[in-house]
C-alpha cells in the first residue's frame, strides 16, 4: 500500500497494522484486540483520524509540537535543504551550513554558559551521549573513579539501555536487568503522591537533602554527575516544591559533581522560559534536548555542553569515541533552525508565560473543584489531574493503580480531546500555539471527561454514588 495514503478503509488499515507494526511502549495483543486508532492529518492543534473525527491533541504528539502541526514553512524549509544537500555526515573533519546555522542559534538562545551542541537524533540518544561524555570528561580530569550517575526514581531519561538505567521506571528496569552498573537513584519529589503529612515546603527540602545523603554513602570522588528533568514528564508532570532545586543546587553547588538537567520536555518555551533550567533559577553543565527542538517534525536530538564541560572534553584534546551516522542531519537541522525562527518570532515563549500560559492555568486549576480530582496543578503549558477515589485524602488511592487513568484517558479520546494517563493521573502538554478558544475548548472537553469517567465509576461501584 501507499505509505502516505488515508484512502483505505479503517477496517484494513488497522488489519495490517496489527499484523505488521510492532508498536512502542504497547501491550500488542491488548492493542490488536482493540485495534489501533488511524491519525491521518493534523494542523494547528488539530488531529483528524481515518474515519474523520476531529480531536483536540492535548499532548503536542508526545510533548514536541511545539508550532502545532502542518506548518508549511517547515516543511518548505526541509524541501528545499532536501534538494541542496540532503545527507552528509559530521564525522571526518566536515560540516555544513545547516548544522553550523543551529550550532549558533543554539547558542544564542541557551544560558550563558552554553556554546556548544553535540547532536542526535532523540532525547534517548541525547541521554546516551551524556552517560559517555561525564565518564569521558572525569577521565580527562585524570578523575576516571569518577563513575557514579545518580537519578530519579520515577524519572524518565529515554528507553536506551543508558536512558531507561539513568531514569527511575521500576517496570522498564525489571525488564532487562537494568539499570546497567555505575547508576544510583534517589527519590523523587512527588509532594501529592509520596509527601505523607509533611508540607509540601519541608518534603521539597527532605527529598533534596537525599542526594547529599547519596553523594557521601557513595562517596564524592566516585560521584560524575546528577540527571534530572526540571518537571518530570513521563512521571507524571511532577512540579517540585518550592524549596526543591534550590536546596538541590546549594547541594550540587558545595561538590565537585556534573548537574545535567534533561531538558527534552521543558526545553524550548514549555515552562514560558526557552528552557526549563531557567524557570526554576538552577545552572546545569548539560543539557540533554529534543521534541520541541524540531517540534517533531524530523527527529533530532542534541546535548548542549557548557563551556567547562567543553573545556574538559575538548580543551585537552584526544577523540571523543562517540557519534551517530545522522549526528546533525542536514535536513532535520533545517527543520529545527525554521522552528527556531517560528518561536522566535511569533513570541511563542513570552506567548507561555505571560499570556496563554497564565489563561490555561486558571482554567486548568479550577477542574480542581470536580469530585474525582485530588490536584488540579500546571506550570507554563503543562499539567496534570490526580484522580482519586475519595476527595481531600491523598494518601488513598484507587486499587488497581493506572485502570481508572486508563478509562479516563479512552473516554477523552472518544469525547475528542487527547490526554494521557499516567497512572491514575491525566497530563496535558498542548501547542505553544494553542488559542484562548481551543484552551476553553481543551477544558471544557476535560470536564466533560471527568463528568462521563465519574459516571462509569459510579456505575462500576468504584466511587461513592
Ligand atoms: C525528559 C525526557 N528525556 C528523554 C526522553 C527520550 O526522548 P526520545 O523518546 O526522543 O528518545 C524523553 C521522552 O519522552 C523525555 O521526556
Redesign the pocket.
Known amino acids: 500500500m501507499n505509505g502516505a495514503s488515508n484512502r483505505y478503509p479503517t477496517a484494513e488499515l488497522r488489519a495490517l497494522d496489527a499484523a505488521h507494526h510492532f508498536h512502542p511502549f504497547t501491550d500488542t495483543l491488548q492493542l490488536n484486540a482493540e485495534g489501533s486508532r488511524v491519525i491521518t492529518n493534523a494542523k494547528g492543534v488539530w488531529l483528524t483520524d481515518s474515519e474523520g473525527n476531529r480531536i483536540l491533541d492535548g499532548m503536542a504528539g508526545?510533548?514536541c509540537a511545539q508550532i502545532g502541526h502542518g506548518r508549511d514553512e517547515v516543511a518548505e524549509a526541509v524541501y528545499k535543504q532536501m534538494l541542496e544537500l540532503p545527507y552528509y555526515n559530521t564525522f571526518f573533519k566536515t560540516t555544513h551550513p545547516p548544522v553550523i546555522a543551529l550550532s549558533e542559534k543554539l547558542a544564542e538562545i541557551s544560558p550563558p554558559q552554553f556554546n556548544r551542541t553535540f547532536f542526535c537524533s532523540?532525547?534517548?540518544?541525547?541521554?546516551d551521549t551524556v552517560f559517555r561524555m561525564v565518564r569521558f570528561y572525569w577521565d580527562q580530569m585524570g578523575k576516571p573513579e569518577k563513575k557514579v550517575i545518580i537519578g530519579r526514581w520515577n524519572g524518565?531519561?529515554?528507553?536506551t539501555l543508558a536512558?531507561t538505567s539513568l531514569g527511575g521506571m521500576k517496570a522498564m528496569h525489571e525488564q532487562g536487568d537494568l539499570p546497567v552498573p555505575g547508576v544510583r537513584h534517589i527519590d523523587q519529589p512527588y509532594w501529592f503522591g509520596e509527601g505523607g503529612d509533611m508540607s509540601p515546603e519541608d518534603f521539597g527540602i527532605a527529598v533534596a537533602r537525599q542526594l547529599e545523603r547519596a553523594i557521601d554513602e557513595i562517596g564524592e570522588d566516585k560521584v560524575a554527575a546528577f540527571i534530572a528533568?526540571p518537571i518530570q514528564?513521563?512521571g507524571g508532570v511532577i512540579i517540585p516544591p518550592s524549596t526543591y532545586w534550590p536546596e538541590i543546587s546549594r547541594i550540587l553547588k558545595e561538590r565537585d559533581i556534573l548537574f545535567v538537567a534533561?531538558e527534552?520536555?521543558c526545553g524550548f518555551g514549555r515552562l514560558g522560559t526557552w528552557f526549563g533550567s531557567e524557570y526554576f533559577g538552577i545552572e546545569p553543565d548539560l543539557m540533554?534536548i529534543?521534541?520541541g527542538l524540531t517540534s517533531g517534525y524530523l527527529p533530532m536530538?542534541g546535548v548542549l555542553v557548557s563551556d567547562k564541560v567543553a573545556e574538559g572534553v575538548i580543551g585537552k584534546g584526544g577523540e571523543f569515541y562517540h557519534g551517530y551516522t545522522y549526528s546533525g542531519h542536514p535536513a532535520c537541522a533545517a527543520a529545527a533552525l525554521v522552528n527556531l525562527e517560528i518561536i522566535q518570532r511569533e513570541k511563542l515563549v513570552e506567548r507561555v508565560a505571560n499570556d496563554i500560559g497564565p489563561y490555561l492555568q486558571a482554567r486548568w486549576r479550577a477542574l480542581g473543584d470536580h469530585p474525582l480530582v485530588g490536584e488540579a496543578r500546571m506550570t507554563g503549558l503543562v499539567g496534570a489531574l490526580e484522580l482519586v477515589p475519595e476527595k481531600g485524602n491523598r494518601k488513598k488511592a484507587f486499587a488497581d493503580t493506572g485502570t481508572v487513568g486508563t478509562l479516563c484517558r479512552d473516554i477523552s479520546f472518544g469525547n475528542g480531546l487527547i490526554m494521557r494517563a499516567v497512572r491514575d493521573s491525566m497530563i496535558i502538554s498542548p501547542p505553544l500555539v494553542i488559542s484562548h478558544d481551543e484552551a476553553d475548548q481543551l477544558v471544557a472537553l476535560a470536564r466533560k471527561t471527568l463528568d462521563d469517567t465519574w459516571a462509569e465509576l459510579k456505575r462500576q461501584g468504584k466511587v461513592a454514588a
Open positions: 508526545l510533548w532523540s532525547g534517548s540518544e541525547a541521554n524518565y531519561h529515554g528507553s536512558g528533568e514528564g513521563a534533561d527534552v520536555i540533554p529534543a521534541k536530538g
